[in-house]
């Protein structure tokens, strides 16, 4: 957003219901018979892989990219940042690690929602094989999620363009509030990726420290726009969906390539899928279920009133 069109995360953000909605895009009410449909489904099919998106985030007050009215395409002509920008532009980095400084403090504070919460109980009670996330918040992991793969890495940790060097995402935060001790707090707006919008004349004059083993350019653990989800975690997640017996889809319109390409492997072995998500989606037409509504409307309402699984 451009000063004085900020709509800034509020700092009740995280504990009022209202903000944590903000950012979820209008929707009608969940039908009671969907829900019993997808509780059958996962019943038939206990060693289910589960895809999520920006859409389960969203509950939790971060917003998406493309939602209708909320997602920041619509707040803001401002584009997320390019693989290829940041390598080759030290303005780039600058304005990008500028931003994610500012918001870093409460990006990395949301908390898991309800549907995060449920999916970490279906793994403990052996109802789904794993998550295959979109997400880089972490949100999964904070909910107890174990079997979890970030297809798109984690805004949780730094690395280094030239050499293995990683460092963890809280300790470069205070690495670079010391070289930045004058930097002041601006008004702000989250992103997907913990990236935020802030006038100009806070990022003229901000500090990157350079890799400490090589002397390199840092960047967050993240698969940009416009680079290539590593190749060994593509099979990875090729090998989850083969040992898979179908797959569940949840607040991802897969637009986004990794994602809709983890539904055609699931139909090339013949499974079935199923999604939950606010409007249409890519791959609708090969859904063998499909929901229309708020995750957080159906999924922590699964398997509500059945005894759990003994989980030894």
């Not at 990726?193 to 083993?213: A, K, M, S, W």
């Not at 390539?257 to 055609?264: D, Q």
């Amino acid at each position: 957003m451009r000063v004085g069109q900020l709509l800034r995360f509020r700092s009740t953000s995280l504990c009022s219901s209202t903000a944590r909605q903000e950012y979820v895009p209008l929707h009608k009410p969940v039908v009671e018979d969907d829900i019993k449909r997808l509780e059958d489904f996962l019943l038939s099919k206990p060693n289910v892989l589960v895809l999520t998106g920006a859409g389960i985030s969203t509950e939790s007050g971060i917003p998406d990219y493309r939602s209708e009215g909320v997602g920041l395409y619509a707040r803001s002509n401002h584009k997320p940042v390019q693989h290829m920008e940041f390598v080759k532009s030290s303005a780039v980095r600058k304005r990008y690690w500028a931003r994610n400084f500012v918001g870093w403090p409460k990006f990395s504070a949301t908390q898991p929602n309800a549907t995060h919460h449920a999916l970490a109980r279906f793994e403990r009670e052996e109802r789904v094989q794993a998550v295959v996330t979109q997400n880089v918040d972490r949100l999964h992991t904070k909910a107890g999620s174990r079997n979890v793969v970030e297809v798109h890495g984690s805004g949780y940790v730094v690395k280094c363009l030239s050499c293995e060097y990683r460092i963890d995402r809280h300790d470069f935060q205070s690495i670079l509030a010391s070289l930045n001790p004058a930097f002041k707090d601006a008004p702000d707006m989250i992103r997907p990726d913990g990236d935020v919008e802030i006038p100009l004349e806070y990022i003229e004059n901000f500090r990157i420290p350079e890799c400490t083993q090589c002397g390199g350019d840092l960047k967050p653990e993240i698969v940009f726009f416009g680079d290539s989800v590593p190749r060994p975690r593509v099979d990875q997640i090729a090998g989850m969906v083969y040992n898979s017996d179908g797959l569940l889809v949840l607040g991802s319109s897969l637009l986004v390539f990794s994602g809709y390409r983890v539904v055609l492997q699931t139909k090339d072995l013949k499974l079935p899928v199923a999604i939950v998500n606010i409007g249409e989606t890519r791959a609708d037409h090969l859904a063998d279920i499909k929901i229309s509504a708020k995750c957080g409307d159906v999924i922590p309402k699964l398997f509500d009133f059945r005894n759990s699984k003994s989980v030894s």
